[in-house]
């Protein structure tokens, strides 16, 4: 298996533009996972899904922020309009089991997002 | 609210030393605790800790859980330059995992 795939690996933007990123879970895996890191914050969790289902997007920052998954091999995280303090590194994870199941996230390379 | 802790924020050493990174934790319904080590990119797996006190080994790395304390260690025995990056301790609840900050470490030769 090819892993967690996402696209763009990097992008940069103007602040108000739409920004859309992309990922791919490994083939299997139920559980898909979307996290924002930066210097201050660390690795956020920001939404995750089960079976295509949000389970929990306390962690959405607000409602310029959305993510949806129509299939199991496909998510997208969307922010509209961007700002500059969106500019971080987001990863998207996948994995078999919850965590609690003693399961590991398996992450992305990671899209490297600058808002301008 | 659930956090992780992380000590200390950077380390700078030579290679041979010894290193000890800290986590603690104040998690509802906990469940395990896990380390991460995170080079250019993206996270990779160390160890998951599920039990008190036993340790978990793989080569020079070992770490221990002290649900006691609600803290683990991860030990780095005879640092090579390769073993710098930023290591990331993450608790599980009862369906998602809390992040720690990080700790920077940096060998030198």
């Known amino acids: 298996d090819a892993g967690v795939i996402q696209s763009p690996r990097h992008e940069v933007t103007e602040m108000g533009q739409e920004v859309t990123l992309r990922c791919k879970p490994i083939?299997?895996?139920?559980?898909l996972f979307w996290y924002r890191q930066t210097m201050m914050r660390g690795l956020e969790l920001l939404i995750y899904?089960?079976?295509?289902?949000?389970?929990?997007d306390s962690g959405m920052p607000e409602d310029r922020f959305s993510a949806k998954m129509p299939n199991a091999s496909f998510s997208t995280l969307k922010i509209q309009p961007s700002e500059p303090r969106d500019s971080a590194v987001y990863f998207c994870?996948?994995?078999?089991?919850?965590?609690?199941?003693?399961?590991?996230?398996?992450f992305g390379p990671g899209t490297r997002l600058t808002v301008l | 609210e659930d956090k992780v802790v992380q000590s200390p924020l950077s380390l700078v050493v030579h290679e041979g030393d010894t290193v000890t990174l800290n986590c603690s934790y104040e998690?509802?319904?906990?469940?395990?605790l896990l380390w991460y080590k995170q080079e250019k990119k993206a996270p990779t797996f160390l160890f998951m800790l599920?039990?008190?006190?036993i340790e978990k080994k793989s080569g020079r790395l070992s770490s221990i859980l002290d649900k006691k304390e609600l803290s683990s260690i991860l030990n780095i025995t005879a640092t090579q330059t390769g073993d710098s990056a930023i290591y990331l301790c993450?608790?599980?609840?009862?369906?998602?995992?809390?992040f720690g900050t990080g700790t920077r470490l940096q060998v030198f030769p």
């Open positions: 899904f089960n079976n295509n289902v949000p389970i929990d």
């Open positions: 993450a608790v599980s609840n009862t369906d998602k995992l809390i």
């Open positions: 599920t039990s008190s006190g």
């Open positions: 083939s299997g895996h139920d559980y």
């Open positions: 998690v509802t319904n906990f469940r395990s």
């Open positions: 994870a996948s994995s078999l089991f919850i965590p609690a199941a003693g399961d590991t996230q398996y």
